[in-house]
């Protein structure tokens, strides 16, 4: 049997195209990059997956139907090259593809909808409404390679610690945390909402005696505000153990982020490079800094903030300027913490909350939880809420629920701090904010 391509095969990708091919036939596949005809000879150069090969067609070496085929070529047309690779100083990787055979597998429309070779990036609307083609430049397909390996550590840190992972329901009954922050649904003859975060259920996993679980997905918040760090869909990095508390999931945060922080500066140094971004491997502990200090500090650069608020955009970027790359926020009021949060004992207007943070930008938040019924369902009224619409979380805690804790981390908003992108939209392939739902 045949297939489409027939006899049409690639033999290489760009990058793999060397001297040590010099002499031999090879067959590559991309997209038209770049096109300089100077009468006597034609320039290309192709471009693939991870690289640039430059095709070269002196008129003196190539057939006259090869001539006119390269003539016919237009920027982002999809083509085939094949040809014999010979060396040249001038071109990516030190060769050069004088072509013999060369196919046009998908004419490009002109003109394009943007430009993917521009140095300088376009307006992030422009780039976004063509998004396809916006990561064909190497600057924004290097961002969703590092996110890429970002996933790929967290998932191997959870299963070299002994992690299940989970998936739970995003199309949920009632709220999480009672926000407002809620996409209702319909659903058939009922309202629905998009899950905020899987907050309660991973918290019933621990009922489960599964012990750990993670989950990394979707969380939907309808988030009023167009922010640089807010998306209304985002993905979450969550992560829920039992017979732990919230130091030793600090701990579980801590020693993640430096595995990705590790990961990303080893196996991702080219596309750190053509981030040009400068990523520091921040070595462990963090900085843990008390709520109560968080507000001096804040007060102290001249925002100001009441203790028991939360922190303002303000007082993100004063704590942030005084702070260097990761650290923890600890001791948070239990007032402006979820009611899932476990008070502290001997002095319950502090709770076991924490927040990490990368200068000003809030990475994850966390916490003991409350394992005990009777609390919880104190806590849920004392937050204005209703127990009886967390009928099926709290049957839970009444059967054998251990102590636990967890967090979440944005997976976004980490991938910001890894590439050093400052729009969270940089990081998401098809963002949703308040102004965008499509592409
Ligand atoms: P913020 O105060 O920055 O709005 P939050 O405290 O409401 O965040 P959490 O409910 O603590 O957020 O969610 C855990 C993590 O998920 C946050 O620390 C953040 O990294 C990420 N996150 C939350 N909301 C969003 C969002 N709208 N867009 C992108 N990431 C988000
Ligand atoms: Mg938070």
């Known amino acids: 049997m045949q297939g489409l391509l027939n006899e049409l095969r690639r033999t290489h990708f760009s990058k793999n195209v060397d001297i040590n091919l010099k002499d031999q036939e090879v067959l590559i596949m991309g997209w038209v990059h770049e096109i300089r005809d100077l009468g006597g000879i034609i320039f290309i150069l192709i471009r693939d997956k991870d690289g640039m090969l430059q095709v070269t067609a002196p008129s003196k070496e190539v057939t006259p139907e090869v001539l006119e085929a390269l003539r ?5 047309s999809v083509v085939a090259v094949k040809g014999k690779v ?3 100083g001038r071109a990516p990787n030190g060769v050069e593809i004088i072509p013999s055979e060369v196919t046009i597998l998908n004419p490009a429309n002109q003109p394009l909808p943007m430009d993917p070779t521009e140095k300088v990036r376009a307006e992030i609307d422009t780039r976004l409404d063509s998004r396809f083609m916006d990561l064909r430049k190497q600057n924004v397909s290097s961002i969703f390679k590092i996110k890429s390996q970002m996933l790929h550590t967290v998932r191997n840190f959870f299963y070299e610690n002994d992690f299940t992972e989970i998936n739970t329901p995003k199309l949920v009954a009632s709220a999480t945390e009672g926000g407002t922050e809620l996409f209702p649904i319909t659903y058939f003859e009922k ?3 998009l899950g905020q975060s899987p907050q309660l259920y991973k918290q019933i996993m621990m009922s489960s005696g599964m012990d750990r679980v993670f989950e990394i997905a979707q969380i939907f918040r309808a988030e009023e505000h167009d922010t640089l760090r ?3 869909e985002a993905i979450s990095i969550d992560m829920e153990a039992s017979f732990l508390d919230d130091v030793d999931v600090m701990k579980i945060l801590e020693d993640m ?6 990961d990303i500066s080893t196996k991702c140094s080219k596309e750190l490079e053509i981030l040009e971004h400068d990523l520091k491997v921040q070595k462990t502990p963090f900085p843990v800094v008390k709520y109560d200090d968080a507000v001096d500090i804040v007060n102290s650069r001249d925002v100001e903030m009441e203790w028991g608020e939360d922190l303002s955009r303000a007082a993100e970027k004063a704590l942030g300027e005084s702070m260097e790359g990761f650290y923890f926020l600890t001791d948070w009021p239990s007032e402006i913490k979820p009611f899932y949060v476990m008070p502290n004992k001997d002095n319950p207007i502090n709770s076991h909350a924490f927040d990490l943070m990368y200068k000003d930008l809030e990475i994850s938040s966390g ?4 394992h005990q019924y009777d609390l ?3 806590k849920i009224s004392e937050k204005g809420l209703n127990p009886d619409a967390f009928g099926s979380y709290l049957k839970a805690f009444e059967y054998g629920m251990p102590p636990h804790a967890g967090w979440g981390v944005g997976a976004d908003r980490l991938t910001m701090v890894l590439t050093g992108s400052n729009n969270i939209r940089e990081t998401v392939l098809f963002p949703r904010d308040r102004h965008r739902l499509t592409p």
Not at 72 to 76: A, G, L, T, V, Y
């Open 367 to 370: 916490a003991t939880r409350i």
């Open 86 to 88: 010979q060396e040249s």
């Open 191 to 193: 309202e629905a909402f």
């Open 230 to 232: 807010h998306l209304n």
């Open 376 to 378: 919880l369902v104190e």
């Open 72 to 76: 016919s070529f237009r920027k982002e």
């Open 257 to 262: 982020i430096h595995k990705v922080l590790e």
